[in-house]
């Protein structure tokens, strides 16, 4: 007998297969034979419907390794869980023994039996096989790719396998192999997938969408781990450009109101392509990101700190925070230059931040719970101030002003900040604030309260009642694509064939619509790439694309990679962690970079393993044929 070395879900799949009656000759009552399942299209998309739980790794914000993608990088810094998860990748410290990735056999085994059952249906129409059998490849296409991404190559199976097929199956011998397989599987998707659009399902336009960033990340891996060597005339870039104009043709339109779409008030807007839609009848506050983004604070600890104001609710937020914004990524949010409106720049490059600010002075006072002086900051133990500075005398700015006024609008619509309001209540992070990373505790930093003084508003609902307690039920979607992450993907093939111009004014679709800034200017190729780094960084933020999109532009190199050679270190994956403190009357500040609990300023990239993780030895153990392991691992 061979041995099986697939995993049990592919075992427990093969239930699904039609075969001799057993024990008693009679079937539990509570499955439905599958003569039934497969005698109707009805019937057969409620298999499918319960097939698209592949799509789960690619949701954003919570604590595993599988959708804490932004972690990785300087985006974001982390504590508890998420911290344990995000650890051995930026530290360095992961082995081959661990599993980022490659048994995906059982989501495989639905897709291909959902193709083998609907071909042999008699009871379904030709027209709706075609149908479903691409919306079964999509699926099949979209698990494939996550682990393509993740460890390069994937064990391809295009048929329903049975106890007397050669079971121990190799994986494929690249990247390229990996992707050409899924790009097929697309491609026949958006060929024979409808163009209806129904909330949470695949039609042709999202296979499409998909194809696009997928293809990027083709191109990213040939001649893995050589230099891909992209040429303008690359068929990949091409592939691009013609599915991204199916999305643009498919009726989307970009969104006004960008945090909306990701909370209640827009879930289902004409920019999103694909989202997955949680019912409040088996969804809670604390399965889903939100518990994850909002924090804990008591009154006695607002009062034992001397902070202020109090909350209007008691206790509004009874979460557990652990996934925070960093100044890393909020020094992206771009500002109009009041001097020049044409100019847009970081908000500490401004005219109004040179003519307000000295950054010649001290204004770091030893740490106290109570009795801290409102014109001070403070440091850790283990902080090392990097900047500081104070407005100076006669000058009407304050830290309010210069990080909030003429900022790209994204800035209010995914981050709270000091002095914001959400949920009716008013969010104070500078010292003596009432919600700020020193709150509560004697070294600074807690379970509480941010890490970074700032909080994440892009994804929390506004209409969660009566307060944000983890056990309050809640609808909840998570955003996978959108027409502005597609403009975006199209900029980028522009930016590979060197027409700049075009990938200049499609960056440009979401930075003055959902940004409100002005566009960015054409000129060299090493601007326009810089420009388009920072709007997908700022566009995307929190939708476990930057991660990827590193590696891919790692990849690249050259411009794509701040002028580096290919397969080189990535600057977003190792610089430290920066947090900004600002006191309490709003006119001094410093930045600081420490290890936030985790070692956040002494992060690791290895370029020689890292753009892949390693496929878990134990697969490879148990099945020579799955190797060699990737290069470095």
Same mark, same amino acid.
């Given at each position: 007998?061979?041995?099986?070395?697939?995993?049990?879900?592919?075992?427990?799949?093969?239930?699904?297969?039609?075969?001799?009656?057993?024990?008693?000759?009679?079937?539990?009552?509570?499955?439905?034979?599958?003569?039934?399942?497969?005698?109707?299209?009805?019937?057969?998309?409620?298999?499918?419907?319960?097939?698209?739980?592949?799509?789960?790794?690619?949701?954003?914000?919570?604590?595993?390794?599988?959708?804490?993608?932004?972690?990785?990088?300087?985006?974001?810094?982390?504590?508890?869980?998420?911290?344990?998860?995000?650890?051995?990748?930026?530290?360095?410290?992961?082995?081959?023994?661990?599993?980022?990735?490659?048994?995906?056999?059982?989501?495989?085994?639905?897709?291909?039996?959902?193709?083998?059952?609907?071909?042999?249906?008699?009871?379904?129409?030709?027209?709706?096989?075609?149908?479903?059998?691409?919306?079964?490849?999509?699926?099949?296409?979209?698990?494939?790719?996550?682990?393509?991404?993740?460890?390069?190559?994937?064990?391809?199976?295009?048929?329903?396998?049975?106890?007397?097929?050669?079971?121990?199956?190799?994986?494929?011998?690249?990247?390229?192999?990996?992707?050409?397989?899924?790009?097929?599987?697309?491609?026949?998707?958006?060929?024979?997938?409808?163009?209806?659009?129904?909330?949470?399902?695949?039609?042709?336009?999202?296979?499409?969408?998909?194809?696009?960033?997928?293809?990027?990340?083709?191109?990213?891996?040939?001649?893995?781990?050589?230099?891909?060597?992209?040429?303008?005339?690359?068929?990949?870039?091409?592939?691009?450009?013609?599915?991204?104009?199916?999305?643009?043709? =498919?009726?989307?339109?970009?969104?006004?109101?960008?945090?909306?779409?990701?909370?209640?008030?827009?879930?289902?807007?004409?920019?999103?392509?694909?989202?997955?839609?949680?019912?409040?009848?088996?969804?809670?506050?604390?399965?889903?990101?939100?518990?994850?983004?909002?924090?804990?604070?008591?009154?006695?600890?607002?009062?034992?700190?001397? =902070?202020?104001?109090?909350?209007?609710?008691?206790?509004?937020?009874?979460?557990?925070?652990?996934?925070?914004?960093?100044?890393?990524?909020?020094?992206?949010?771009?500002?109009?230059?009041?001097?020049?409106?044409?100019?847009?720049?970081?908000?500490?490059?401004?005219?109004?931040?040179?003519?307000?600010?000295?950054?010649?002075?001290?204004?770091?006072?030893?740490?106290?719970?109570?009795?801290?002086?409102?014109?001070?900051?403070?440091?850790?133990?283990?902080?090392?101030?990097?900047?500081?500075?104070?407005?100076?005398?006669?000058?009407?700015?304050?830290?309010?002003?210069?990080?909030?006024?003429?900022?790209?609008?994204?800035?209010?619509?995914?981050?709270?900040?000091?002095?914001?309001?959400?949920?009716?209540?008013?969010?104070?992070?500078?010292?003596?604030?009432?919600?700020?990373?020193?709150?509560?505790?004697?070294?600074?930093?807690?379970?509480?309260?941010?890490?970074?003084?700032?909080?994440?508003?892009?994804?929390?609902?506004?209409?969660?009642?009566?307060?944000?307690?983890?056990?309050?039920?809640?609808?909840?979607?998570?955003?996978?694509?959108?027409?502005?992450?597609?403009?975006?993907?199209?900029?980028?093939?522009?930016?590979?064939?060197?027409?700049?111009?075009?990938?200049?004014?499609?960056?440009?679709?979401?930075?003055?619509?959902?940004?409100?800034?002005? =566009?960015?200017?054409?000129?060299?190729?090493?601007?326009?790439?810089?420009?388009?780094?920072?709007?997908?960084?700022?566009?995307?933020?929190?939708?476990?694309?930057?991660?990827?999109?590193?590696?891919?532009?790692?990849?690249?190199?050259?411009?794509?990679?701040?002028?580096?050679?290919? =397969?080189?270190?990535?600057?977003?994956?190792?610089?430290?962690?920066?947090?900004?403190?600002?006191?309490?009357?709003?006119?001094?500040?410093?930045?600081?970079?420490?290890?936030?609990?985790?070692?956040?300023?002494?992060?690791?990239?290895?370029?020689?393993?890292?753009?892949?993780?390693?496929?878990?030895?134990?697969?490879?153990?148990?099945?020579?044929?799955?190797?060699?392991?990737?290069?470095?691992?």
């Amino acid at each position: 007998m061979k041995k099986i070395i697939l995993s049990i879900g592919v075992l427990v799949a093969l239930g699904s297969l039609n075969s001799c009656k057993k024990v008693l000759d009679a079937d539990p009552l509570s499955l439905i034979s599958p003569e039934v399942v497969w005698s109707s299209k009805a019937n057969a998309e409620t298999f499918i419907f319960a097939t698209y739980g592949i799509m789960n790794t690619y949701r954003s914000g919570l604590r595993d390794v599988n959708t804490l993608g932004d972690a990785y990088t300087s985006n974001i810094v982390t504590a508890y869980d998420s911290g344990n998860a995000v650890f051995p990748i930026f530290s360095e410290t992961l082995t081959n023994r661990s599993d980022y990735g490659f048994n995906n056999w059982g989501s495989i085994r639905r897709c291909n039996v959902i193709i083998k059952n609907v071909t042999a249906s008699t009871g379904i129409t030709d027209a709706d096989k075609k149908t479903l059998i691409a919306e079964a490849k999509f699926l099949r296409a979209m698990s494939y790719y996550h682990i393509a991404r993740r460890t390069g190559r994937i064990v391809w199976i295009d048929k329903v396998l049975t106890e007397n097929d050669e079971l121990k199956l190799p994986s494929t011998a690249n990247p390229t192999e990996s992707y050409t397989y899924i790009i097929k599987d697309l491609e026949d998707a958006v060929a024979d997938l409808p163009t209806t659009k129904l909330s949470g399902r695949a039609n042709k336009y999202v296979a499409a969408a998909f194809l696009t960033e997928v293809c990027l990340q083709a191109a990213a891996y040939k001649n893995y781990p050589a230099a891909p060597n992209v040429a303008a005339n690359d068929p990949l870039l091409d592939k691009v450009i013609a599915n991204a104009q199916i999305v643009v043709g =498919g009726g989307y339109a970009l969104e006004a109101d960008y945090e909306g779409m990701f909370n209640e008030t827009k879930s289902t807007s004409n920019e999103i392509i694909f989202a997955l839609y949680n019912k409040a009848i088996n969804t809670s506050v604390s399965s889903t990101p939100m518990q994850f983004k909002v924090p804990n604070i008591k009154p006695e600890t607002i009062v034992n700190f001397g =902070g202020s104001p109090m909350f209007n609710k008691p206790v509004p937020f009874e979460c557990w925070p652990e996934n925070f914004p960093t100044q890393n990524l909020t020094d992206d949010y771009l500002t109009v230059d009041k001097a020049d409106p044409a100019k847009v720049v970081a908000w500490n490059q401004t005219s109004q931040y040179l003519n307000a600010i000295d950054e010649g002075v001290n204004v770091i006072a030893p740490f106290t719970r109570t009795g801290f002086p409102d014109d001070k900051t403070a440091k850790l133990n283990n902080d090392v101030v990097i900047k500081m500075g104070r407005i100076k005398a006669g000058s009407s700015e304050t830290m309010l002003t210069l990080t909030n006024e003429n900022r790209d609008a994204r800035w209010k619509a995914a981050i709270i900040s000091d002095n914001t309001t959400f949920y009716n209540e008013l969010f104070t992070t500078s010292l003596k604030g009432n919600s700020g990373r020193f709150l509560g505790t004697i070294n600074g930093g807690g379970y509480d309260c941010t890490l970074s003084n700032m909080y994440w508003r892009k994804g929390l609902y506004t209409n969660i009642a009566p307060s944000f307690v983890n056990t309050v039920s809640t609808d909840f979607h998570f955003v996978l694509m959108r027409l502005g992450r597609v403009y975006l993907n199209l900029a980028e093939a522009y930016l590979l064939k060197g027409d700049v111009a075009n990938a200049v004014l499609n960056l440009n679709k979401t930075r003055t619509f959902h940004g409100k800034i002005p =566009g960015a200017l054409v000129g060299t190729s090493a601007d326009a790439w810089k420009d388009y780094k920072r709007e997908r960084r700022v566009e995307l933020a929190e939708e476990n694309d930057y991660y990827y999109s590193l590696l891919r532009w790692g990849r690249f190199g050259g411009d794509a990679n701040d002028g580096l050679p290919s =397969g080189q270190s990535i600057k977003e994956l190792t610089e430290p962690i920066r947090v900004m403190d600002v006191s309490k009357d709003h006119k001094s500040f410093s930045i600081v970079t420490g290890p936030f609990g985790r070692q956040f300023n002494d992060r690791k990239f290895d370029p020689s393993r890292r753009y892949l993780f390693p496929i878990a030895q134990v697969y490879i153990d148990n099945n020579p044929a799955f190797g060699p392991q990737n290069p470095g691992w």
